[in-house]
């Protein structure tokens, strides 16, 4: 683009200073969701963008901005969107497609978190859209209770369609490896991290094992009352179970009240994922009790993650990536699917062994520094959304007409 009297490389210096300005959305996923929140847009912050943030705010469970300093809170911009629920779904998808209508030619890039809203952007123009594929959506539609069996089928259908549709006109990043199966083209994989501590501790002196993240029962929740009261009963209480997380239906939520009011567990519900992090410290073990869903199965969970680089033990189902890394790494034990016993008895062997046990955190975090260290992951998911604007840049020159 000629412009007279101005010296092209001054133009595009200026155009180069200003911020860059993204458009993050979700209308699934907590707010608070820690790949997207803690991880990506404190990256983005700290980096010098400007951020919008489009999500289901609530007032009763409100973001909390402390880990963030004075600059990266002015250049934090803050948009509630009505929540996606069950088969309550189309409010959320419009109020979103009103939403990118109006702001996307305010942005340099869109930033999108659920597969839902590439409906929502259907027929509208934006060169600069991000969808980052968190999960197998279609495998993951075995586990909504919302959906009736006889359309499971073919909505995982017109997921897989969908996918297709928008890997031809959008750029996309996989949190797995593995989901690089579902497309034709190659995409940047930024996994699942975490920021891991310099350094770890070993077991505290008063036992404890934790369970973090999302309670539900494709995740086990139905196991952590009987894993709680088996190590009370057989410890006489000196070895506890606490539990992290947040509950999304009725029957989990009571399970873990009632758990938690007889003594087989602590439940702590939602922490801030640094508050969260932080209960990590010391504990004796981490549990993983993922069922065998599609969705998970080639998924790595991020508790796994997580444990290894705070330097607890992992306890995991046989999922194959978490189990991989746990006896590749030798950071942890394997135990059969739905077995509350065998978890236990894992406890209660690491409670015994605590040298060992310290050993297995150890080596945990050494395979999370290598391989997890978001630190250094998250180069690459800022470099490929700053390829994306310099993708739109050209675009822009090229429909520019040039001057003599």
């Not at 010296?7 to 969701?33: K, S």
């Not at 505290?204 to 086990?220: K, N, P």
């Not at 139905?222 to 894993?227: K, T, V």
Request: net charge positive.
């Amino acid at each position: 683009m000629n412009i007279p009297g101005l010296e092209a490389t001054g133009l595009m210096e200026a155009i180069d200073d200003r911020p860059r300005r993204i458009l993050v959305i979700t209308v699934v996923h907590d707010p608070r969701d820690s790949r997207i929140w803690f991880r990506q847009i404190d990256a983005l912050l700290r980096r010098g963008w400007q951020v919008s943030y489009a999500a289901p705010l609530s007032d009763e469970r409100p973001l909390t901005t402390d880990h963030l300093g004075p600059e990266e809170r002015q250049r934090l911009r803050l948009i509630r969107l009505p929540r996606a629920r069950g088969r309550n779904r189309l409010r959320a998808a419009l109020s979103a497609r009103s939403l990118v209508r109006r702001e996307q030619g305010r942005h340099d890039v869109v930033l999108i978190h659920d597969p839902e809203l590439l409906a929502a952007t259907w027929g509208l123009q934006i060169p600069h859209l991000v969808w980052d594929v968190h999960e197998d959506t279609a495998g993951a539609l075995a586990q909504k209770s919302w959906l009736p069996n006889v359309l499971r089928e073919p909505v995982a259908r017109a997921v897989r369609q969908a996918e297709r549709w928008a890997e031809e006109r959008f750029t996309l990043l996989l949190a797995e490896t593995d989901y690089q199966q579902r497309f034709r083209k190659a995409h940047t994989v930024v996994p699942n991290a975490v920021v891991v501590p310099g350094d770890v501790l070993a077991p505290a002196s008063e036992d404890r094992v934790v369970y973090l993240g999302s309670i539900s029962e494709a995740r086990g929740s139905h196991q952590l009352p009987q894993i709680g009261r088996m190590l009370r009963e057989r410890t006489g209480g000196s070895v506890k179970l606490e539990v992290i997380g947040p509950t999304y239906d009725e029957q989990s939520t009571e399970l873990m009240r009632s758990a938690h009011a007889d003594n087989d567990l602590i439940w702590r519900g939602f922490l801030p994922a640094d508050q969260a992090l932080a209960r990590l410290h010391g504990a004796l073990a981490g549990l993983s009790l993922l069922q065998d869903t599609p969705n998970f199965r080639s998924s790595m969970p991020t508790k796994v993650v997580e444990y290894c680089a705070y330097g607890v033990p992992v306890i995991t189902t046989p999922l194959p990536r978490a189990a991989q890394l746990v006896e590749r790494g030798r950071a942890g034990l394997v135990v059969g699917w739905d077995s509350p016993h065998e978890v236990a008895a894992a406890v209660l062997e690491l409670a015994a062994a605590k040298r060992e046990a310290a050993e297995m955190g150890r080596r945990g975090h050494r395979l999370a520094t290598a391989e997890y260290d978001w630190s250094r992951l998250s180069q690459r998911f800022l470099s490929e959304l700053e390829s994306v604007v310099g993708r739109s840049t050209a675009r822009v020159e090229r429909a520019q007409p040039s001057h003599a």
